[in-house]
């Protein structure tokens, strides 16, 4: 049913007329017509050997799956308009990108640099509807800054003076100056503190005021409101989590927490995996509350969450259903796309490739880490990959690059690229490109062992390769380790 | 002392020798022209380009006499005759005795001796009627100004209780007065805006404002990812952050919190104290919802307005507990409501979760339960692929506290869920895979099902196996990688390993090759229960 085709094709950084084209093809030299600024791919990269080859790209990547439904619904109905869409620029027909010998585009590192460098810039009135999530802007620029290379440092002297405009005196950062703190607007600019580093950057954070606000918002059931009064979420025991293991915080509660029960062995951990349990659905996924539908996002939350608090290997396991919820992860990838979807019968979206694709490394160190409980479970290792990362990084690099001039990365192609698209499509290129291992022990780090990943041929050039993301921290691990190591050793607040 | 002016008004002509006639001017055209004018009619016509020595003899007393005219330090020397001597001359000679001093430099098209107006065109290029009603308007400015002021003072006095001094009465503040000031407040504003160019917020031009200071935003130089704030929102969030630093809960701020938002809906912070503010007056929950559904509808991707709907609920359930007919209008709203935000979007995560808690919360099980799953039935006729209809429909039917056990896990065996009920949802999963067979959907709440009923995967092979033909043989067709994948599980169930190894390969190799990697994990969890 399927056909093997040969499409003999000259691949240009721009779009050409049919006359240069035939013009181009006898010859090798770029161009000097004025309107056509087109630039030879071979010029570039060093594996496609001649302008004529046709790139070798997968049959899964460019033709429909083979099982389809003929009952048409809203959801089917956007769900191949998708596909088609996605097939344009996944059988490397974009005049805008350069492509490989595997059909893979290049990633435009300058390209989205700039606009994330812009990213951290002033923004035009019409972005009032952001001012509550400024501390995000912050973290996505930088961390997708960092993923691709950039020494973030610079911009630490500018940081530091935000940062202290949205830290209230009561503990935690809000949106902004004035907002009332909030944990996902806190986890935020604690990760961008640490992003740009430095004892200057760590002592703007109120350690003591910090925990306190934690202890108020620790509620009896385990969870974490994200704000005082506001919703108790996944979202929220995840970023509580990661501020207390950075900060190396006190675990112990406050009398006036919510959560006090005069039993002193209660702690801000305590109950958080149970809460996390409740959130697993019939499907397998994780919710954001309980009693809700499972969604890609809170995979990530609970799985973050889960081995913060102790060995993935061991806590997963015991909290959670793993083949149903490995068996709905791995149902969020599609193909021909290649990229995931949060939700079932849902639409592939880039920022899924970190929010599902995360999951991955922290369900890998759960099945082959060292802790010996997945034998007690009767869970196997996972040999090889898990999910199809050649199929994650062809939609990342095809579909999710908004060239050629905006730059940054994107939900799907037809939607303009954002902060958030572009932080968590480079992370989720970074789940992709490398594998980790949890062997405490190991080595001086935190029990989280990277390695490219090898096993398969890279169809993506060397110069594609983004920088390996902590995969429970999401920022490069020397960061993390930098900020847990200066907390550790100070004495007191 | 001779009358001053005189002179200069009614000039002799016969003297007005001077090199420009200083009479019957042609009328200015703009006030700078006008200036010129009085600047030449009221100076000597003489100019000192080339000095003193270049003036004929006539010139030079001319200007002498304009000199002395002018100062009475330099009158004071001379005696009583050479005064009178002055004076007759400079009479004869109608010489302006005040001048307008000219300018320092001379008058040309750039110089803005009037200043400039709000859009930096120079004054004096006004025509002499534009300028005086630019002067009229900063009369009017000034006059309501201090009308203004009189009525903060009054204000102060009735807040005070200060008695008037001559009537010996309190002083009263009426609403009229409070009115009139808001009147003039706007009539003030419009003017600034006019004269100056000056913008005066809606706070600002509001008496009922006017002990309030906003709290201005204090953003640091060189800040990140600042937002150039319009003039109305920037003023808004001024006074709001002013009240919430006194923590003020009052009908004013209420207003004022449904501004920020009208401004900006996903300003958490402002949906929060909107909260507080409710709570401690006492709020009529009916009527916040009511204004929330305009907001909602407006905002569908909004999530704050489901965490604020979620508090009112919880703030009104002890109004509607104890009274079933309260508590079934109110459910049958909120269900509407819902039902009209999912026509518009119908898998918004925010209000599918904002739907089952309300199912827990207010205990809609039972007939109310029957009544949601109904619904939701219909929304998977329209779309038999919805996954959250899906998911809502699980949690309705198996989370019933009367049918089900608290912390039993959702992926697990619940002995307390009935028999009939798990056929029922069985046979409806069925059915609906029937409809579309590579739906994912119906195939999880199928297995989720039969798992909770604590069934046997294999109870459902003979449908399962409708969907697959000859795997592994040549007539091979799947219609569903989900039937091949049950199959799989089913097989293992029932101990035919081979079997179940053959749907998995079959699916990495050619049904669902994407998850090939999940796949080969499959058959290796094959393996290791081989050795158990």
Not at chain 2, 26 to 41: D, G, H, K, L
Not at chain 2, 178 to 196: D, H, P
Not at chain 2, 376 to 385: F, I, L, Q
Not at chain 2, 484 to 505: M, N, P, Q, T
Request: proline share 6%.
């Amino acid at each position: 049913m399927k056909r093997i085709h040969h499409r003999p094709q000259v691949i240009f950084k721009k779009r050409a007329t049919a006359a240069d084209m035939a013009d181009s093809a006898s010859s090798s030299r770029i161009s000097t017509d004025t309107d056509v600024d087109e630039e030879f791919v071979h010029d570039f990269s060093t594996t496609l050997s001649s302008p004529a080859m046709a790139p070798e790209i997968p049959d899964l990547f460019s033709y429909a799956p083979p099982v389809v439904d003929s009952l048409e619904t809203e959801t089917s109905l956007k769900q191949n308009e998708v596909v088609q869409q996605c097939l344009e620029y996944l059988t490397a027909k974009d005049p805008d990108s350069v492509y490989n010998l595997h059909g893979v585009a290049r990633l435009e590192r300058a390209t989205h640099k700039a606009f994330l460098h812009k990213g951290l810039g002033k923004y035009p009135d019409r972005f009032v509807p952001a001012d509550a999530s400024r501390p995000w802007y912050l973290y996505w620029c930088l961390s997708a800054l960092a993923l691709l290379g950039e020494d973030v440092s610079s911009y630490r002297e500018r940081l530091v003076a935000t940062a202290r405009s949205m830290q209230n005196d009561y503990g935690g950062f809000g949106g902004g100056c004035g907002q009332t703190s909030h944990l996902a607007t806190t986890y935020a600019v604690v990760l961008a503190l640490t992003l740009v580093g430095g004892g200057e950057a760590y002592e703007v954070i109120d350690r003591r005021a910090m925990w306190r606000w934690l202890c108020s918002l620790k509620q009896p059931d385990g969870g974490f409101q994200v704000a005082m009064g506001g919703e108790e979420d996944i979202r929220g025991a995840y970023c509580a989590a990661v501020i207390i293991t950075l900060l190396d915080l006190p675990l112990n509660l406050t009398p006036e927490s919510p959560a006090w029960t005069g039993d002193e062995s209660k702690t801000l951990f305590t109950d958080v995996p149970e809460y996390v349990r409740r959130c697993q659905t019939f499907e397998g996924g994780i919710s954001g509350q309980p009693d809700t539908e499972a969604h890609g996002a809170y995979a990530f939350c609970a799985l973050g969450c889960l081995s913060i608090l102790d060995a993935p290997g061991r806590i997963i396991p015991k909290y959670l259903d793993v083949p149903r919820l490995v068996a709905w992860l791995s149902s969020r990838q599609y193909a021909p796309e290649g990229g995931f979807s949060g939700r079932t019968n849902k639409l592939v979206d880039g920022c899924y490739s970190h929010w599902v694709g995360g999951c991955w490394p922290l369900i890998e160190a759960c099945l082959n880490g060292s802790a010996g409980a997945t034998e007690a479970n009767n869970l196997p290792q996972a040999s090889g990959s898990l999910f199809c990362r050649e199929g994650l990084i062809r939609y990342i690099l095809c579909c999710c690059q908004d060239l050629p001039r905006r730059g940054g990365l994107r939900d799907k192609p037809g939607k303009n690229s954002d902060p958030y698209h572009s932080c968590y499509v480079l992370s989720g290129l970074s789940s992709a490109q490398y594998q980790w291992r949890w062997a405490p022990g190991e080595n001086d780090e935190d029990g989280w062992n990277v390695s490219l990943y090898t096993d398969e041929e890279q169809i993506y050039e060397d110069n594609d390769l983004v920088a390996p993301i902590h995969p429970v921290y999401v920022m490069p691990q020397s960061a993390v380790n930098d900020i847990r190591l200066y907390f550790s050793a100070k004495q007191g607040f | 002392m001779p009358p001053k002016g005189k002179a200069a008004a009614k000039p002799k002509e016969t003297s007005a020798s001077a090199s420009k006639p200083s009479s019957a001017p042609t009328p200015p055209s703009t006030i700078s022209e006008r200036t010129q004018q009085r600047i030449e009619a009221t100076n000597p016509p003489i100019t000192l380009s080339s000095g003193l020595s270049s003036l004929s003899p006539t010139e030079k007393t001319l200007w002498i006499n304009s000199r002395f005219a002018r100062s009475p330090t330099l009158r004071a020397k001379l005696g009583t005759k050479a005064q009178r001597d002055l004076w007759r001359h400079v009479n004869e000679a109608s010489l302006p005795i005040r001048s307008l001093a000219p300018p320092s430099k001379p008058i040309t098209a750039t110089t803005t001796i009037w200043g400039t107006d709000k859009s930096g065109r120079d004054v004096g290029t006004y025509t002499p009627t534009q300028f005086s009603e630019r002067t009229s308007k900063r009369a009017r400015l000034t006059s309501l100004a201090a009308a203004s002021d009189a009525f903060a003072d009054l204000r102060r006095r009735a807040q005070l209780r200060i008695p008037d001094p001559l009537t010996g009465e309190d002083p009263v503040l009426l609403e009229a007065d409070v009115e009139a000031e808001r009147a003039r407040r706007k009539e003030m504003a419009a003017l600034r805006g006019e004269l100056y160019g000056e913008r005066t917020g809606t706070y600002a031009s509001d008496p009922e404002w006017d002990d309030v200071t906003p709290v201005a935003l204090e953003e640091p130089e060189g800040a990140l990812a600042a937002i150039a704030y319009p003039d109305d929102y920037a003023e808004a969030i001024g006074y709001l952050r002013a009240v919430m630093l006194r923590k003020e809960y009052s009908p004013r701020c209420l207003r004022l919190t449904e501004h920020v938002i009208g401004l900006n809906p996903a300003h958490y912070t402002v949906w929060l104290y909107r909260a507080s503010i409710l709570f401690a007056l006492g709020v009529d929950v009916p009527e916040e919802m009511r204004w929330l559904n305009g907001v909602a509808l407006a905002n569908l991707k909004n999530y704050q307005i489901w965490h604020h709907r979620h508090l009112l609920v919880e703030q009104y359930w002890p109004v509607i507990e104890g009274d079933e007919g309260k508590r079934e209008e109110f459910a049958r709203g909120e269900t509407e409501f819902i039902t009209r935000m999912l026509e518009e979007d119908t898998k918004n995560y925010h209000v599918w979760s904002y739907r089952s808690f309300l199912v827990r919360k207010l205990g809609l099980w039972k007939s109310a339960g029957e009544r949601e799953r109904r619904l939701v039935e219909e929304m998977v006729k329209e779309d038999v692929r919805n996954n959250s209809a899906w998911s809502h429909r699980f949690f309705v039917v198996f989370s019933d506290p009367e049918q089900s056990t608290e912390g039993v896990g959702a992926t697990e065996f619940d002995p307390k869920v009935p028999g009939e009920i798990v056929d029922r949802e069985v046979g409806y999963a069925l059915e609906k895979i029937g409809w579309a067979p590579q739906n994912q959907s119906p195939w999880n709440y199928l297995r989720g099902a039969l798992v909770k009923g604590g069934r046997k995967l294999g109870s459902v092979k003979g449908e399962v196996e409708g969907y697959v033909r000859d795997i592994g043989g040549e007539g091979e067709d799947v219609r569903s990688t989900h039937a091949l994948d049950l199959l799989a599980d089913i097989y293992a169930e029932e101990g035919d390993r081979e079997k179940a190894d053959l749907c998995l390969r079959r699916l990495a190799e050619k049904w669902d090759p994407i998850r090939a990697g999940y796949w080969g994990w499959r058959r290796k969890m094959l393996e290791a229960d081989k050795r158990d």
